[in-house]
């Protein structure tokens, strides 16, 4: 079992930055990609939630969604077991909660952008992006 806790979530004005970070624990000794997803209020619970992107276990690879490349960026530190999100010149649609997930099926083997399911999943850290 790996448990995945996000924070970093807030307000923030439109054009400016957050970084999420999301700390695993539990069996992290074996490799496991990582991906950032995203859900906006109003959606139903337990539905569907958009990819942002994903890293490898070595953090060499990522890959994003067409939407945010170029502005956010995921990394990785695996001394401390943590990835972040760092998300700059945010906009006001991109109000959502915002999950982290593992992949441990995969190991080293992790191809990015394939879409994998994932094993692993965070609570969630609300996002709000103000006009």
């Known amino acids: 079992q790996v448990r995945l806790v996000e924070s970093g979530g807030g307000l923030v004005q439109a054009g400016g930055s957050l970084r999420l970070s999301c700390a695993a624990s539990?069996?992290?000794?074996?490799?496991?990609?990582m991906g950032w997803f995203r859900q906006a209020p109003g959606k139903e619970p337990g539905g569907t939630r958009e990819f942002v992107g994903d890293i490898n276990w070595s953090g060499s690879e990522s890959w994003y969604e067409d939407s945010v490349k170029g502005r956010f960026t995921i990394s990785r530190d695996n001394i401390k077991d943590t990835v972040y999100l760092q998300m700059n010149i945010l906009e006001p649609e991109e109000t959502a909660f915002y999950y982290c997930?593992?992949?441990?099926?995969?190991?080293?083997?992790?191809?990015?952008?394939?879409?994998?399911?994932?094993?692993?999943w965070g609570q969630g850290t609300q996002v709000t992006v103000s006009s």
């Open positions: 997930a593992a992949n441990a099926d995969y190991g080293g083997h992790y191809q990015v952008g394939k879409f994998y399911e994932y094993n692993y």
């Open positions: 539990g069996r992290t000794g074996s490799p496991y990609a």
